[in-house]
């Protein structure tokens, strides 16, 4: 399994990248460079685009994290493996009852995972403006994809899902960086 996250260069993540790169160190890791494309929310839709490129071109199962998320302990084993791994917040979200949350995302390299993200590539394309977890949800929920549900502690989130013992932490950095960028 590949660890991968991206970044947009001319941004404030490139200072993040770098952090990134020493906390996932020991992790088979990947980091991708692109454009920034002028805005917050549609550098946010990159991200099927980018996973479903990796997914291709790796060969390998691929863990996605944001690139403001830190390794704060080893990554046990995905439960089922055969399945992407999302996780999902309790909280109310249009129609749904709890909202996904696309910062940590395990993605399988095989049909069920290509499909997914082509699924989410084409959504994402349509909406380029709507954040990339709301059609990541809107696909998994429309299109009844099978997964496996990842626990809070591979989400930490600050000041929102904060956990004892976290696997992944995530600082929340688009909060400050977010006007930077828009």
Same mark, same amino acid.
């Given at each position: 399994?590949?660890?991968?996250?991206?970044?947009?260069? #001319?941004?404030?993540?490139?200072?993040?990248?770098?952090?990134?790169?020493?906390?996932?160190?020991?992790?088979?890791?990947?980091?991708?460079?692109?454009?920034?494309?002028?805005? !917050?929310?549609?550098?946010?839709?990159?991200?099927?685009?980018?996973?479903?490129?990796?997914?291709? &071109?790796?060969?390998?199962?691929?863990?996605?994290?944001?690139?403001?998320?830190?390794?704060?302990?080893?990554?046990?084993?995905?439960?089922?493996?055969?399945?992407? #791994?999302?996780?999902? !917040?309790?909280?109310?979200?249009?129609?749904?009852?709890?909202?996904?949350?696309? #910062?940590?995302?395990?993605?399988?390299?095989?049909?069920?995972?290509?499909?997914?993200?082509?699924? !989410?590539?084409?959504? &994402?394309?349509?909406?380029?403006?709507?954040?990339?977890?709301?059609?990541?949800?809107?696909?998994?929920?429309?299109?009844?994809?099978?997964?496996?549900?990842? #626990?809070?502690?591979?989400?930490?989130?600050?000041?929102?899902?904060?956990?004892?013992?976290?696997?992944?932490?995530?600082?929340?950095?688009?909060?400050?960086?977010?006007?930077?960028?828009?």
């Amino acid at each position: 399994m590949k660890v991968l996250a991206f970044y947009t260069e #001319g941004t404030p993540y490139e200072t993040e990248a770098k952090t990134w790169e020493e906390s996932y160190s020991s992790c088979d890791s990947i980091v991708v460079r692109t454009n920034s494309t002028g805005s !917050w929310e549609t550098n946010c839709a990159l991200k099927p685009k980018i996973l479903q490129s990796a997914l291709k &071109q790796l060969k390998d199962d691929v863990l996605y994290v944001d690139i403001d998320s830190r390794l704060l302990r080893p990554l046990p084993p995905i439960k089922h493996p055969e399945v992407p #791994g999302l996780c999902w !917040w309790n909280a109310y979200y249009n129609n749904y009852e709890r909202e996904l949350l696309s #910062g940590t995302i395990y993605i399988p390299n095989n049909e069920v995972g290509t499909t997914l993200l082509d699924l !989410w590539v084409e959504e &994402q394309a349509r909406t380029p403006e709507v954040w990339d977890q709301k059609t990541l949800q809107k696909v998994v929920e429309t299109h009844k994809i099978p997964h496996d549900t990842l #626990g809070y502690e591979w989400i930490s989130i600050a000041d929102h899902i904060e956990v004892d013992n976290p696997i992944i932490h995530h600082t929340q950095a688009s909060r400050k960086y977010k006007k930077d960028i828009t």
